[in-house]
C-alpha cells in the first residue's frame, strides 16, 4: 500500500508493482518528499528502482532486519558498500 | 491445452530420439563439435518446450542437461563415457515421464526424488572440475613453480568478474572468508542482472534474492547510470544485484533454475581471496635478508620460523603498506592452511617483486607465465607490473653491496617473462644488456633496454588483449595474481564462442515438407480403399448379369470398360495409400546402436554394429511387428554369438565382434539378415539339449543334418545359455521369435557356421494391407488360400494316387508329396470330386519347409482381397486367417492352411 501526503510517501504491506508509477510521478513533483517505509514487508523491484533513482530521504526502515539491510545497501548511498580499495 | 500438449509429447519424442543418435554418434567421435553442438541445440529446445508445462521435475532434469552440454559445448569439461551415460539416463527418464504424461496426463510423485538424483549426477559432472581445485587442498604444487596453478581450470570471464568484485572487498573481510571456507564453509558469489522486460513478465527479481539466505556481503546497483528523474522509465529493470552467501552452489542454481542466464554464480575458493595485495607502494627497505630467511624456511617446511620471521618484520613494516598487508596474509596462510604452499611461495614472491630468489627450486614469477598465458587478459596486466617493476629497479640510483646480484635478478626475471611470450630474440639481446650494465657498473644499457622492449611489448599485448577489451587487467599493486593462467580457456576464445552461439535465435528452420498425420487417418483412408476394391468389384458381376439375365450385350462391354478404367484408378489409390503406411526400417533399426552400446558394456565385449539398408520400406504394421523379434535375436547374438575380447584373441579373431544388420528389399518382401562374426552354434550341443529336454527322440538325434539341428533353437522352450544372464537365456526365445513373425506371414531362418558365426534371416511381406488369395471350391463352398503358400496347381489323376502307410501321396516332379482332401482338414462328409478326366484339383502349398497336396474340387480366379481378422465371437475359430468381402457382396473365408494342417494332425 502506498499512500502519498504532502511530503510523506507512507509504505504499508508491500508496495506492489503498480505503485512504481504513482510513486515516480510523486517523486518528480516532490523533490524533498520523504519516504516511510516502517509498515513496510516488501516492495516491488520496479518501485525499489524508482527509489534508487530518486534518492529520497528515508524516515524510517522496516522492521525486518533482513529486508531493512537490502534496502539500506541500495537506497543509502555508500553505507555499508564497501569500497575500500584506495586504488 | 490437449492439443498443445500432444504436440509436446510427439515433438519431445523426436527430439529425444535425435539426442539418442547424437549421443550413439558421439561415441565414436567425441570431439565432434557439430555433434555436441547439435545435442546442446536439441536439449535446449526440449527444455524450452518444456517449460511451456507445469512439469518442473522435466524441467530441471532438461535443465542440467543443457547446462552440462553447455559446459561441454564450452570445452569448461570434455565429453567422456560416463558423462554419455548420465545424458543417455537421463534421456530415458524424460522418456519414462513422457509415457506417464502421455498415459495418465502427469507422472507419479516418486518422480521427482529420481529427478534430483539424476539432476545431482548431472551437476557433479559439471562441476566436477571446480570441486577438484575447491576440495584438494591445494599443496603438492611446490615443484610446479607456478604459484596459481590450481586455478587453472578457472579462468573463465564470470571468474574473473568474481575476482574484481572480491578486489573492492576490505582484506579484513576476504580473511574472515579465508578463515570460513579453510574451516570448510561453502562461500558463492552471485551476481544477478534481471533483464530490462522482466517486469512485463511477472517477476519480481528483488523477491527471488530477498528469498536467499542473508547474506554476509550485497551490493544492489543499476546496470547503467540512473537516468534524471523524469526520463526514468519504473518498467525498465536496471537493477544489478550481487552478493556473496553462504550455501551451496546447487541451491544457488535451483534457486535461480528459471533464470540461468541471468545470473551468475561462482563458488569462491581460497585463492581467489587473496589477491590483490593492497597498500602504499614503499620502496627501499631492506627486504633482502627476511626474503632469503623465509624462503629457506619455506624450503624446509619450517613454518613457525617463517612465521616468527614475518612478525618481526611486520612491526617495522608500515601497516598500512602493501609489503604488511602481504605478510599478515602470509601469517594468516600459513597458520590456516600450512600446506598451501604455492600460495605462500606466491605471497613471498609479491612481497619482493624485484627479488629474484637465490634458491635454485624457486622460480622467479615471471617465468611461470607460458607461453599460452600470453593470451589472457590478467596475464597481460601481470606482465605490464613486472615491466613497471623493472623499470623502477633499473631506474634506483643507490649502489648496495649487492648491486650486482639485483642486475642478475632482474634480467632473469624479465629474461623469463620475454621466454613466456615467446620472444627469443628480446632475451638474446637481454644478455648483451646485463653484460654492459656489469661491465660499466651503471644500470644504464638495461634501462635503454626496458624503453625498446616496452614498445614493442605494448604492441604484442595489444593484438593479442583486443578481443576481449571489457576485461579489464586488475588495476593496482605489482603481481596482484602472479598466476600462469591456462590459455585454452582464454577470453578470447569465450568472446568469439558466445558471438557464435548468439545467431542461434536467428536460426530458421526450413518449411517442414512433411506432414504429421494420425495413424487413424491413414487407417480410415485404407478402410474406404477397401471398401472401394470390393465395390468396384462388384462390376464385372453387374456386366454379367447385364449380358446374361437382360441380354444387353452392348450395355455389358461398356461396363466392363469403364470398370477397366475404375479399376486402374483403384489400384493407383491403393498404391498410394499403402506408400503412407510405408515406414523406413530405420524406424525399428535406430535403437540398435543404443541397444549394443549399452549391451556390449554390460557384457563387457567390444562389438561393433554396421547397419545396412535403413531406407527400406515396408508396411507399418511389418515394420512395427519387427521390433521385438529383430530386439531379441540381436540380444542373442551379444550374449550368445559374440566373445569377449579375450575369447576372440585367443582363436585369432580380432578383439572387436562385428554384427551386422541388414535391410534388404527382394521381390515383394523385405528381409532383414543379421550377422555376427561369433562364435557359431555348435549343431551337436544343439542336438543333445533338444534330446536332454524331451524335444527330438534318438532317432531323430542321429538323423537330424547340421542345419535342421541348428533350427531346432527355434522349438519352444529351449535354451542354451550355460547361464541365466539378464540379458537373454530365460528359456523364452527364439520360438517367441518365429511366432512372432510367423503373425505377419514372415519366415525365419538360420545358418551358422561354428567358429565363424551365425547368420539369421528375416523375411516379411512387404504389406499386410492387401492379400492375394486363391479362390477355390470344396463341397459348393468357396474358400480363399493365400497366395504366397501356394506352389503350384496340378490335376492328378486318380490313378497316380498311390498309399503310403495308409496316406495318399503323389509322385509329383520326382518328389512325394502326400495328400489330404480339404474336405477332410475342414470335417466335411463329402469325398473330393473328381473332374470329367477323374483327375482331382490338387493345390500343392508349402507348410513350413514340407509340401503338401490338397485336394478340392475346383481352381477359381485368384483376387485381391483386404483381409480382415475374424473378430468377435468368431475369433477364437482356429483354422481361418480372416474373411473378406467380394464383388458380388458375399464373404469369402481364407484358411490358414498352417494352423488348419496342425489342428487336424
Not at chain 1, 2 to 22: R, W
Not at chain 2, 186 to 211: A, H, M, S
Not at chain 2, 602 to 612: A, S
Request: aromatic share 4%.
Amino acid at each position: 500500500m502506498l499512500e502519498l501526503t504532502n511530503n510523506t510517501a507512507i509504505v504499508t504491506d508491500v508496495l506492489a508493482v503498480e505503485d512504481a508509477e504513482p510513486l515516480l510521478v510523486w517523486l518528480q513533483q516532490h523533490p524533498h518528499g520523504k519516504v516511510d517505509l516502517s509498515g513496510c514487508t516488501h516492495l516491488h523491484s520496479a518501485t525499489l528502482q524508482v527509489l534508487m533513482a530518486a534518492q529520497p530521504t528515508f524516515i524510517a526502515w522496516p522492521p525486518a532486519a533482513d529486508l531493512a539491510a537490502w534496502l539500506q545497501v541500495a537506497l543509502k548511498v555508500n553505507t555499508n558498500v564497501a569500497v575500500s580499495n584506495p586504488f | 491445452m490437449i492439443s498443445l500438449l500432444q504436440q509436446f509429447l510427439t515433438e519431445a519424442r523426436e527430439i529425444l530420439e535425435a539426442v539418442g543418435d547424437q549421443l550413439i554418434g558421439l561415441e565414436t567421435a567425441p570431439h565432434d563439435a557439430a555433434r555436441i553442438n547439435e545435442l546442446f541445440r536439441l536439449v535446449h529446445t526440449l527444455k524450452g518446450n518444456s517449460g511451456l508445462f507445469d512439469f518442473p521435475d522435466l524441467t530441471k532434469v532438461l535443465h542440467s542437461a543443457e547446462d552440462l552440454m553447455d559446459a561441454v559445448r564450452n570445452e569448461q569439461i570434455t565429453y567422456t563415457q560416463t558423462l554419455a551415460d548420465h545424458l543417455l539416463a537421463a534421456a530415458d527418464f524424460i522418456s519414462i515421464l513422457l509415457d506417464e504424461i502421455q498415459t495418465q496426463g502427469c507422472y507419479t510423485a516418486e518422480r521427482a526424488t529420481e529427478a534430483q538424483t539424476l539432476i545431482t549426477a548431472l551437476r557433479t559432472l559439471r562441476h566436477s572440475s571446480d570441486v577438484h581445485s575447491e576440495t584438494t587442498p591445494p599443496p603438492i604444487e611446490i615443484q610446479s613453480g607456478a604459484p596459481a596453478n590450481s586455478l587453472l581450470s578457472r579462468n573463465t570471464p564470470t571468474h574473473q568478474s568474481l575476482l574484481k568484485t572480491l578486489a573492492i572487498l576490505p582484506e579484513s573481510e576476504r580473511m574472515t572468508y579465508y578463515r570460513q571456507l579453510a574451516a570448510g564453509m561453502t562461500n558463492c558469489w552471485v551476481r544477478y542482472q534481471p533483464e530490462e522486460e522482466c517486469f512485463y513478465k511477472g517477476e519480481d527479481p528483488f523477491f527471488l534474492i530477498t528469498q536467499l539466505p542473508t547474506p554476509s556481503w550485497r551490493r544492489v546497483s543499476s546496470r547503467e547510470s540512473w537516468p534524471a528523474l523524469f526520463e526514468l522509465d519504473a518498467y525498465r529493470c536496471n537493477l544489478e544485484f550481487e552478493l556473496i552467501v553462504t550455501a551451496p552452489i546447487d541451491e544457488l542454481f535451483e534457486h535461480f533454475r528459471y533464470i540461468p542466464e541471468q545470473v551468475i554464480i561462482e563458488q569462491i575458493v581460497l585463492n581467489d581471496l587473496i589477491w590483490p595485495l593492497v597498500g602504499i607502494e614503499k620502496a627501499g627497505i631492506a627486504l633482502d635478508d627476511f626474503i632469503r630467511t623465509a624462503q629457506t624456511r619455506l624450503a624446509t617446511n619450517d613454518l613457525t620460523g617463517l612465521r616468527h620471521a614475518v612478525r618481526t618484520l611486520l612491526e617495522l613494516t608500515a601497516p598500512e603498506s602493501r609489503i604488511a598487508s602481504a605478510l599478515r596474509w602470509l601469517l594468516l596462510t600459513t597458520e590456516i592452511t600450512p600446506l598451501a604452499h604455492t600460495i605462500h611461495h606466491a605471497l613471498l614472491a609479491s612481497i619482493a617483486p624485484s627479488y629474484t630468489l637465490s634458491d635454485q627450486n624457486a622460480t622467479p614469477p615471471a617465468a611461470a607465465i607460458n607461453t599460452t598465458a600470453a593470451l589472457d587478459p590478467l596475464c597481460f596486466a601481470v606482465q605490464q607490473d613486472i615491466l613497471t617493476a623493472a623499470r623502477t629497479i633499473a631506474e634506483l640510483t643507490d649502489t648496495p653491496p649487492h648491486w650486482a646480484g639485483r642486475m642478475h635478478a632482474l634480467a632473469s626475471g624479465l629474461a623469463g617473462l620475454f621466454t613466456s611470450l615467446d620472444q627469443p630474440t628480446a632475451v638474446e639481446t637481454l644478455k648483451i644488456a646485463l653484460e654492459q650494465s656489469l661491465m660499466t657498473g651503471t644500470a644504464t644499457p638495461m634501462q635503454a633496454w626496458l624503453a625498446a622492449q616496452s614498445t614493442s611489448i605494448q604492441v604484442l599485448t595489444e593484438t593479442i588483449t583486443a578481443p576481449a577489451p571489457q576485461i579489464s587487467p586488475i588495476s593496482n599493486g605489482t603481481h596482484s595474481l602472479p598466476a600462469a593462467r591456462n590459455g585454452q580457456h582464454s577470453s578470447a576464445v569465450a568472446a568469439d564462442d558466445d558471438a557464435k552461439f548468439g545467431r542461434r535465435a536467428e536460426d530458421n528452420l526450413p518449411a517442414p515438407r512433411t506432414l504429421k498425420v494420425d495413424q487413424g487417418k491413414v487407417d480410415r483412408l485404407m478402410n474406404l480403399i477397401g471398401e472401394m476394391v470390393v465395390a468396384k468389384n462388384a462390376l464385372p458381376y453387374l456386366a454379367g448379369r447385364a449380358e446374361n439375365l437382360f441380354g444387353v450385350r452392348e450395355l455389358a462391354r461398356e461396363i466392363k470398360a469403364q470398370y477397366a478404367v475404375i479399376n486402374r484408378i483403384a489400384e493407383d489409390m491403393q498404391d498410394a495409400i499403402m506408400q503412407v503406411r510405408m515406414m523406413p526400417v530405420s524406424f525399428v533399426l535406430q535403437r540398435f546402436p543404443r541397444l549394443v552400446r549399452d549391451l556390449a558394456r554390460k557384457l563387457n565385449k567390444d562389438v561393433q554394429l554396421t547397419m545396412e539398408g535403413e531406407d527400406t520400406e515396408a508396411d507399418k504394421n511389418i515394420i512395427e511387428a519387427l521390433a521385438d523379434p529383430l530386439v531379441h535375436c540381436v540380444r542373442n547374438s551379444l550374449d550368445h554369438g559374440l566373445e569377449t575380447s579375450e575369447q576372440r584373441r585367443a582363436v585369432g579373431k580380432s578383439t572387436t565382434g562385428h554384427l551386422i544388420i541388414r535391410a534388404t528389399t527382394v521381390s515383394d518382401r523385405v528381409v532383414i539378415e543379421i550377422i555376427d562374426d561369433g562364435r557359431g552354434i555348435d549343431a551337436q550341443v544343439i542336438r543333445h539339449k533338444a534330446y536332454e529336454r524331451g524335444l527330438i527322440d534318438e532317432v531323430q538325434l542321429e538323423r537330424l543334418t547340421d542345419h535342421e539341428a541348428i533350427n531346432l533353437v527355434f522349438l519352444p522352450g529351449f535354451s542354451t545359455a550355460e547361464q541365466i544372464t539378464d540379458v537373454s537365456g530365460r528359456g523364452v526365445g527364439m520360438d517367441v521369435v518365429r511366432t512372432a513373425i510367423a503373425k505377419v506371414n514372415g519366415h525365419i531362418e538360420l545358418t551358422s557356421e561354428r567358429g565363424k558365426g551365425t547368420r539369421l534371416k528375416l523375411s516379411l511381406p512387404l504389406s499386410m494391407a492387401v492379400t492375394n488369395v486363391m479362390i477355390v471350391r470344396a463341397h459348393e463352398r468357396r474358400f480363399g488360400i493365400p497366395m504366397d503358400a501356394v506352389v503350384e496347381t496340378v490335376r492328378v489323376p486318380r490313378n497316380s494316387i498311390s498309399i503310403v502307410k495308409h496316406r495318399q501321396t503323389v509322385v509329383l516332379r520326382g518328389r512325394l508329396v502326400p495328400l489330404v482332401a480339404l474336405n477332410n482338414l475342414l470335417g466335411l462328409s463329402e469325398p473330393p470330386h473328381a473332374n470329367d478326366d477323374d483327375a482331382y484339383a490338387t493345390l500343392v502349398v508349402r507348410i513350413g519347409n514340407e509340401h503338401l497336396g490338397i485336394l478340392v474340387d475346383d481352381f477359381r480366379e485368384t483376387v485381391d482381397i483386404i483381409l480382415k481378422p475374424l473378430n468377435g465371437i468368431l475369433a477364437p475359430l482356429k483354422g481361418y486367417a480372416g474373411s473378406a468381402l467380394l464383388g458380388d457382396g458375399s464373404v469369402l473365408l481364407v484358411l490358414d492352411l498352417q494352423e488348419l494342417v496342425s489342428c487336424s494332425n
